[in-house]
C-alpha cells in the first residue's frame, strides 16, 4: 500500500492555515494543498510527516509547534493508497523556506480556503467528519497527543 500525510498548519493567534501551492513539476500542480508527501520504507505516520515538514519548510519544519492532531484518513476503495491528515497548530505564523515541491503559499482564515484546491484536499475540506473534527480539536485548544 501506498502510504502519505499531510498537515494543515493552524496558527493559534490569527486563526488562520497556511497551504501550499504545488509547483508545475509536481503533480496536481498549481493546486492549493496540504504540506506533506509519501512515507519511505516502514517509516510511521508521523516521523514522515516531520521529515516532511522539515523538507517542505525548511529547518525546523513548523516552528514554535504546539500541538499535533489526526484531523482526516482517506483510503481508496482498493486499498492502494492512503492518505492520512493531521492539523499542526503553532502559536506564530512563520515564513518557510520552500523548496522546489511548491510554487508558493499563503495564511487565509479556516474555510476561506484559495482555489484551485487539489481535488482531494477540496473533497476532505467539505467532508463533515473533517468540519466536526476541526471545530473540536479548536476548542479543546490542541490537546497534544
Not at 504540506?35 to 508521523?46: T, V
Not at 517542505?56 to 492518505?83: A, C, K, M
Amino acid at each position: 500500500m501506498l502510504r502519505a500525510v499531510g498537515a494543515l498548519i493552524i496558527c493559534r493567534q490569527t486563526n488562520r492555515a497556511m497551504m501550499q501551492l504545488r509547483s508545475q513539476a509536481e503533480r496536481h500542480s498549481m493546486c492549493w494543498g496540504l504540506w506533506g508527501g509519501k512515507l519511505i520504507g516502514q517509516e510511521g505516520d508521523l516521523e514522515g510527516l516531520k521529515r516532511e515538514l522539515v523538507e517542505e519548510l525548511g529547518h525546523p519544519g513548523v516552528p514554535n509547534t504546539i500541538g499535533i492532531s489526526h484531523i482526516y484518513t482517506f483510503t481508496t476503495r482498493n486499498r492502494h493508497f492512503r492518505h492520512v491528515s493531521y492539523a499542526v497548530l503553532c502559536e506564530e505564523e512563520f515564513n518557510p523556506v520552500l523548496n522546489d515541491e511548491s510554487a508558493g503559499y499563503c495564511w487565509v482564515h479556516l474555510n476561506q480556503w484559495p482555489s484551485p484546491l487539489h481535488y482531494n484536499t477540496g473533497k476532505m475540506f467539505k467532508s463533515r467528519a473533517f468540519k466536526e473534527t476541526l471545530k473540536s480539536i479548536l476548542s479543546d485548544e490542541f490537546k497534544t497527543n
